[in-house]
């Protein structure tokens, strides 16, 4: 098992910047891949990024790339997923999702979910 806390959202202004924080506990984050999730109230659950184990593979949505960053510490077991020149469009709760084997953009394949952070970014 392992558990996933997320930390970081709030409440920014457009065009401003948060970094959210995922802390992950219960067996070593190295072997797990990671990916972060958005869902607007009345949408669906939308990806965003994912980072391969190691860190050295990372995949954005195209509504995303080139704002975001995702990236990962596994000394200190966290995920990163840095946002910058947010739009009102961004605003979610935002969850972080792991799972040993997948890399991809579908949420239901990920076996371990946060509790999620809400991110609202105002005009």
């Known amino acids: 098992q392992v558990q996933l806390v997320e930390s970081g959202g709030g409440l920014v202004q457009a065009g401003g910047s948060l970094r959210l924080s995922c802390a992950a506990s219960?067996?070593?984050?190295?072997?797990?891949?990671s990916g972060w999730f958005r869902q607007a109230p009345g949408k669906e659950r939308e990806f965003v990024a994912v980072?391969?184990?190691?860190?050295?593979?990372?995949y954005y949505a195209d509504s995303v790339k080139g704002r975001f960053t995702i990236s990962r510490d596994n000394a200190k077991n966290t995920v990163y997923l840095q946002m910058n020149s947010l739009k009102p469009e961004d605003t979610a709760v935002y969850y972080c999702?792991?799972?040993?084997?997948?890399?991809?953009?579908?949420?239901?394949?990920?076996?371990?979910w946060g509790q999620g952070t809400q991110v609202t970014v105002s005009v």
């Open positions: 980072i391969t184990r190691s860190g050295s593979g990372t």
């Open positions: 219960g067996r070593p984050f190295s072997n797990y891949n």
């Open positions: 999702a792991a799972d040993r084997w997948y890399y991809g953009e579908s949420g239901d394949e990920y076996d371990y």
